[in-house]
């Protein structure tokens, strides 16, 4: 098995923590609502790779988290990144894992789904890390067991 890139590690490095954006909230409160977001480590490896484990959930109501999906970050050539995003198959067995990271404990690769179109490549710029979709990705999700489209989620 291969380790993963130190670019990799620096991505998942600057990922990881706990969010939120109270101040952009406050400023224009009927844009945006106040969220969390929690970008968690996996304990495991995906594909060979870290991954990072996100769930937001609204202030108001940190203990109903909505929105979680899996970001697998790849190295697919020396200097480039790739960031791959995955649902879960039973959201509601890792709801809360943000929080709670002990939660992600029993997580297999089985309990996960690509989202097709759901990638990112990210690009160095100086000091500073750039994400983009592929031209034209259909970027599709899913909201209450229906596909949709128009973003990658997270």
């Known amino acids: 098995m291969t380790s993963p890139s130190s670019l990799v590690?620096?991505?998942a490095q600057w990922l990881a923590g706990e969010f939120d954006n109270k101040p952009q909230a406050m400023d224009q409160p009927?844009?945006?609502v106040h969220l969390r977001l929690w970008h968690r480590p996996l304990p495991m490896l995906l594909d060979h790779?870290?991954?990072i484990f996100a769930e937001q959930a609204n202030a108001l109501y940190l203990d109903r988290p909505y929105r979680q999906r899996i970001l697998v970050l790849q190295a697919p050539n020396p200097g480039q990144l790739r960031?791959?995003?995955r649902a879960f198959k039973?959201?509601?067995r890792f709801r809360g894992a943000?929080?709670?990271p002990e939660l992600l404990n029993p997580l297999t690769p089985a309990d996960l789904d690509a989202l097709p179109g759901c990638e990112l490549t990210v690009r160095q710029?100086?000091?500073?890390?750039?994400a983009e979709p592929e031209p034209d990705a259909p970027l599709l999700f899913s909201?209450?067991?229906q596909a949709a489209a128009g973003g990658v989620g997270v």
């Open 98 to 100: 943000g929080a709670n």
């Open 49 to 51: 790779t870290l991954a």
């Open 83 to 85: 960031v791959q995003y």
């Open 143 to 145: 909201i209450r067991g």
């Open 30 to 32: 009927v844009w945006f």
């Open 9 to 11: 590690v620096t991505l």
């Open 90 to 92: 039973q959201p509601e």
């Open 125 to 130: 710029v100086g000091d500073r890390l750039i």
